[in-house]
């Protein structure tokens, strides 16, 4: 399977704590891409690095790419209890379709009051 | 971005009938995908949904289980035939839009009994 890999499987964390969850993959990408899901629904899109960058920050979350390992990982910072979620990584392939996803396999966060 | 109304949103199914999945964009997108998330994993692609052509599908899928349409630029509809308890999963479709990139529906549970 191409699919990647994400640890942990699941985090439980306190309300202002950091969460950290990483991405490994196995072909070269165009680009990485983050979603959350909130209770099996539908994806929210987070953030996408492209192949080219090492590292990008939006609001709270800061991403970082290290293509040399087939990895990236995603930082939370000062969680809340609306964090609580399913995130996933996906990459789009560098050749091919460029267009089609390849999602990771999930990270379960829970964020306690 | 892009807003994609999938319907319908959960559904319960007798074995051996069919459903069918509707997407609508609110603009033209360029690419749209149909994806299927068993229950508490990841997202796999089904196919990609080709305007006005046949749907090319992933490895481990077949147009007689999954057939797809796009009439034009912001529908499709995939049908899930001849159900079996292994279908019931939750089906997303995605589009891709030129300016802002990937969105994703809301999602359909399925559930056959």
């Known amino acids: 399977s191409q699919q990647g890999e994400e640890d942990p499987q699941a985090l439980s964390i306190q309300e202002g704590e950091n969460a950290t969850m990483n991405c490994s993959y196995k072909?070269?990408?165009?680009?990485l891409q983050w979603y959350r899901q909130n209770s099996g629904r539908g994806l929210v899109h987070l953030i996408l690095i492209r192949s080219n960058e090492r590292e990008k920050h939006s609001g709270r979350l800061r991403v970082t790419l290290d293509t040399s390992k087939k990895s990236s990982s995603l930082l939370i910072t000062a969680s809340r209890a609306a964090d609580t979620a399913s995130y996933f990584c996906a990459t789009a392939a560098l050749t091919g379709t460029a267009s089609k996803l390849t999602f990771g396999t999930g990270t379960r966060l829970q964020v306690t009051l | 971005s892009a807003v994609i109304s999938q319907k319908p949103s959960r559904d319960i199914c007798q074995r051996g009938t069919s459903l069918t999945i509707q997407c609508q964009v609110d603009?033209?997108?360029?690419?749209m995908f149909w994806y299927r998330q068993q229950p508490g994993q990841s997202l796999t692609l089904i196919a990609t949904?080709?305007?006005?052509?046949?749907?090319?599908?992933e490895s481990g899928f077949v147009i007689d289980k999954f057939p797809i349409s796009r009439p034009n630029l912001t529908f499709s509809t995939l049908t899930v035939s001849n159900m079996s308890p292994e279908d019931s999963s939750i089906y997303l479709c995605?589009?891709?839009?030129?300016?802002?990139?990937?969105?994703f529906g809301s999602g359909t549970r399925l559930t056959v009994v």
């Open positions: 995605s589009a891709i839009d030129t300016h802002y990139g990937y969105t």
């Open positions: 072909t070269s990408i165009n680009n």
């Open positions: 603009s033209q997108v360029t690419m």
């Open positions: 949904a080709n305007q006005g052509s046949e749907a090319t599908y």
